[in-house]
């Protein structure tokens, strides 16, 4: 069965500074990764997935995530940060392989941007 | 404004009354699904359907019931509550055509006492 994990339950950074929110995962077959951002009271967002293809993979508001096989990862990036992007966010995988239906999340990760 | 509407935002109730959850997109996607999110576990799959009529069960199935007779509409019922389903509840939608791009209701906090 697939799975992701979220090592960190809390990633703090000061803004203007890179930040990584790191995301492993576990499939039989070749992954499909997403990230989701969740704002306060408000549903989660769609971010950035991979499918298949370039390794870094841009998405919505200058996040980029960068999938590396060899170590099963798919961690989240941002050159700068923003106080605004404070927020929860999300890795998930779904195995080709056990259907449409099985998009998996890991338990999440707080990102806390300072001023 | 495409959008996946739940309602009601908040709700209380005692142990053991039927309560409906609904949730409607306007985006005509045929996917449709449920989850709860719980602090440590993050989202679990309550259910889903491919398309009208045509349901199944996630993860974590047992005391809640759906379902899909119209493809906007996707209402969650739990027919006897109890207090371990005081949750966050979340429904999403997506297209076929581009299936794990879901969009997100704004979330049921439900609290069962």
């Known amino acids: 069965a697939q799975s992701v994990a979220q090592p960190e339950d809390q990633v703090k950074v000061a803004e203007g500074n890179p930040l990584t929110v790191k995301c492993t995962y576990s499939?039989?077959?070749?992954?499909?990764l997403f990230w989701y951002v969740q704002y306060p009271n408000r549903g989660l967002q769609f971010l950035l997935k991979?499918?298949?293809?370039?390794?870094l993979v841009k998405g919505s508001y200058g996040f980029e995530a960068e999938f590396n096989k060899s170590q099963t990862s798919f961690h989240l990036k941002k050159p700068s940060a923003l106080v605004s992007d404070s927020a929860l966010y999300f890795c998930?995988?779904?195995?080709?392989?056990?259907?449409?239906?099985?998009?998996?999340f890991g338990t999440g990760t707080r990102l806390l941007v300072s001023p | 404004e495409a959008q996946v509407t739940q309602n009601p935002r908040y709700l209380i109730t005692v142990t053991g009354k039927k309560l409906t959850v609904t949730c409607s997109q306007n985006?005509?996607?045929?996917?449709m699904s449920w989850y709860r999110q719980d602090p440590g576990l993050g989202l679990r799959q309550i259910y889903y359907?491919?398309?009208?009529?045509?349901?199944d069960k996630g993860d974590v199935p047992e005391g809640y019931k759906v379902s899909r007779k119209e493809k906007r509409n996707f209402p969650l019922i739990l027919e006897s509550p109890s207090p371990n389903q005081t949750s966050l509840y979340f429904c999403?939608?997506?297209?076929?055509?581009?299936?794990?791009?879901?969009?997100f209701g704004s979330g049921t906090q439900l609290s069962v006492l």
């Open positions: 991979y499918i298949t293809g370039d390794n």
């Open positions: 985006m005509n996607h045929e996917y």
């Open positions: 998930a995988v779904r195995d080709p392989n056990t259907g449409f239906q099985k998009l998996v």
């Open positions: 999403a939608s997506s297209p076929i055509r581009d299936r794990e791009k879901l969009f």
């Open positions: 499939v039989s077959g070749n992954p499909y």
């Open positions: 359907s491919m398309n009208v009529e045509v349901t």
